[in-house]
């Protein structure tokens, strides 16, 4: 009930196109929903979060979408960039423990030129 | 300003030797996180410590210990290395000790191998 599971591995975008990643949850308790941002030899770097009770937000070309129902939520970037190449991991936590995350295993995204 | 800031960046060990790790968090942030990063996978949560009290233990053998000091830095130790311990370790910070503003901002580890 603690994983978070996530999808694609690895993903090649065109420039100029949408990238598309996918996680899915378990625990019901889970109520927060960030995604993170790592490039090689840095630490992750929050991008875009999302609570239970909208089904999506968008920050800039980051939008995350929510079904509560279905238990998943993706990260869309839009107009991907060379430059947004990079791993990208999901994450969940509870209330009261939103620094004990549980994180995806990640997706490594190629933006081409 | 400076963000979380740990030492060493990178360290090797060989097998059954103790490692100390180190993290300054963000000035003003009261809680810190650890967390291992073993390649290719995402980061499993550790400890958390807030005020210098553990707030949450992950998964992780008894050798794996931190400690919180009032200026709220931290240190982890491992004892008893194993070659499985080699990973990224990451210190997170973040204001609250529930984290409620919902963001930790991560360091950007150390690098333990193992031999």
């Known amino acids: 009930q603690q994983q978070v599971k996530q999808s694609p591995q690895s993903l090649i975008v065109q420039k100029g196109g949408i990238s598309i990643i996918n996680c899915a949850y378990e625990n019901t308790a889970f109520d927060y929903f960030p995604w993170y941002q790592q490039f090689p030899g840095k630490g992750p770097a929050l991008l875009i979060a999302?609570?239970?009770?909208?089904s999506e937000k968008k920050e800039g070309r980051f939008t995350i979408s929510f079904n509560k129902s279905a238990k998943q939520f993706s990260l869309h970037i839009m107009d991907s960039q060379p430059g947004d190449s990079a791993t990208y991991f999901c994450a969940a936590s509870r209330q009261g423990a939103t620094n004990k995350l549980i994180f995806g295993t990640g997706t490594l995204l190629a933006v081409q030129p | 300003d400076a963000g979380v800031t740990q030492s060493p960046t990178h360290l090797i060990k060989t097998r059954g030797q103790h490692v100390t790790l180190r993290c300054s968090p963000i000035s003003g942030h009261k809680s810190v996180s650890w967390y291992q990063q073993v390649l290719g996978q995402g980061p499993q949560f550790i400890f958390q410590?807030?005020?210098?009290?553990?707030?949450g233990r992950g998964n992780f053998p008894d050798r794996f210990s931190a400690r919180q000091f009032p200026n709220y830095s931290s240190e982890l130790n491992v004892n008893a290395l194993l070659l499985g311990d080699s990973a990224l370790y990451l210190c997170?910070?973040?204001?609250?000790?529930?984290?409620?503003?919902?963001?930790?901002?991560f360091g950007e580890g150390s690098r333990l191998t193992v031999l």
């Open positions: 999302i609570r239970p009770d909208v």
């Open positions: 997170a910070s973040s204001l609250e000790g529930t984290g409620a503003t919902g963001e930790l901002f």
């Open positions: 410590y807030y005020e210098k009290e553990e707030r």
